[in-house]
């Protein structure tokens, strides 16, 4: 049976605000901002939470770390403090691997670091995009509205940064 909006709410707030506070405050390094900037990211979250239909997969979480780290940069920014350069928050913990023998599977994992590897290359504004609209499959309007831009600066955002991506897998080869 699919869970109702408010246990979805529910269930986010209670598996994932720590996560949230946590990427929240390695940004603004400070408590209370931190939990205001939560409380604003959840805010977000409200908007898509009828998009999203299984709250208790590894990606949900993901985007919830997400958009509590573009919160609190924002909140940074329109206090005129500058940020630090985040990393892509990658669960590779939680990737299955369905790769049958161990040399595959080694090969699928050195394949999948040189991934991440090339994507923390990327600019934020990509990084954030490709994360947003290809792991977290949201549409490039409710992409957009989490990170305060518009459908189609997102759909330019994804054009490029899978442009530029391919470029750097090129450059490895």
């Known amino acids: 049976m699919p869970m109702t909006r408010e246990e979805k709410l529910n269930y986010m707030a209670s598996h994932y605000m720590t996560a949230m506070w946590q990427k929240a405050y390695s940004v603004l390094s400070d408590a209370h901002e931190a939990e205001d900037a939560?409380?604003?990211?959840?805010?977000?979250?409200?908007?898509?939470?009828?998009?999203?239909?299984?709250?208790?997969?590894?990606?949900v979480r993901a985007l919830c770390s997400v958009v509590a780290k573009n919160t609190a940069i924002d909140m940074?920014?329109?206090?005129?403090?500058?940020?630090?350069?985040?990393?892509?928050?990658?669960?590779?913990?939680?990737?299955?691997?369905?790769a049958e023998s161990p040399e595959s599977r080694y090969e699928s994992r050195e394949a999948l670091e040189i991934l991440e590897e090339e994507i923390k290359g990327l600019p934020e504004a990509y990084r954030d995009v490709l994360m947003l609209r290809c792991l977290q499959e949201l549409s490039a309007e409710q992409t957009g509205e989490l990170l305060g831009c518009s459908a189609n600066t997102v759909n330019i955002r994804l054009t490029r940064a899978r442009k530029l991506l391919r470029e750097r897998l090129a450059g490895r080869t």
């Open 76 to 98: 940074a920014r329109k206090n005129g403090r500058s940020t630090p350069t985040e990393d892509i928050y990658l669960d590779l913990e939680a990737a299955e691997e369905t």
């Open 38 to 59: 939560c409380q604003e990211a959840f805010i977000k979250l409200m908007r898509i939470c009828d998009d999203i239909e299984d709250v208790t997969e590894v990606r």
